[in-house]
């Protein structure tokens, strides 16, 4: 079976939550999804997924169904499934700690208290796996993280949301062509949005 890479991205299932800052992971997925022709259809493993072909190699893209702090079920079934090793893993979250419109690339590393990371950690009993980290910014209030998270973007926000979004996707496209160095160089530096 040839090597696989799981591209997931983190968010919470139903339309509840669609349009949240927590789920621009879901929305990067959705949108690799439309761009590279590789319909989620497939339901197993507690996720949404499907596998095509991407940059000459085959990939997963998944949407875990399960809600955002029990992530790692959904990315356990499929590493296990397909076996996956931890170097062909992307995840692809939203982060309090970037300012909106950042991105990073991250080799590995803890869960910087973001609880989908957490899960996924947990799960797969490592923390050597890639992240795509997109910047979402701190509430004006402190202690007002969870409503944050579970916000819609400001209006301003949803104009540039687009080219945050692609920019992501480009930032995993690099991770499996060009590796994560050189990702981390070119994403890490720079605001997504000028």
């Not at 899960?119 to 980290?133: G, M, N, P, Y």
């Amino acid at each position: 079976m040839p090597e696989v890479w799981l591209i997931i991205g983190l968010g919470n299932p139903g339309r509840t939550y669609a349009s949240t800052r927590h789920n621009i992971g879901f929305r990067v997925i959705d949108r690799l999804s439309r761009v590279l022709s590789i319909p989620l259809e497939k339901k197993k493993f507690f996720a949404t997924w499907g596998k095509g072909t991407w940059e000459n190699q085959a990939v997963i893209l998944a949407k875990p169904q399960t809600f955002m702090n029990v992530s790692g079920e959904a990315v356990r079934g499929l590493v296990n499934f397909f076996r996956i090793g931890r170097e062909k893993i992307i995840v692809i979250h939203d982060d309090i700690d970037l300012g909106f419109a950042y991105i990073r690339v991250r080799e590995k590393g803890g869960d910087g208290g973001h609880r989908g990371i957490k899960s996924i950690i947990d799960a797969l009993e490592s923390k050597e796996f890639t992240r795509v980290r997109i910047g979402i910014s701190r509430p004006g209030q402190k202690g007002d993280e969870k409503e944050y998270v579970l916000g819609a973007f400001d209006e301003e926000q949803k104009q540039l949301l687009p080219v945050l979004i692609d920019t992501a996707g480009e930032a995993v496209a690099t991770i499996i062509s060009e590796g994560v160095a050189i990702a981390m160089n070119r994403f890490n530096r720079r605001k997504a949005i000028q």
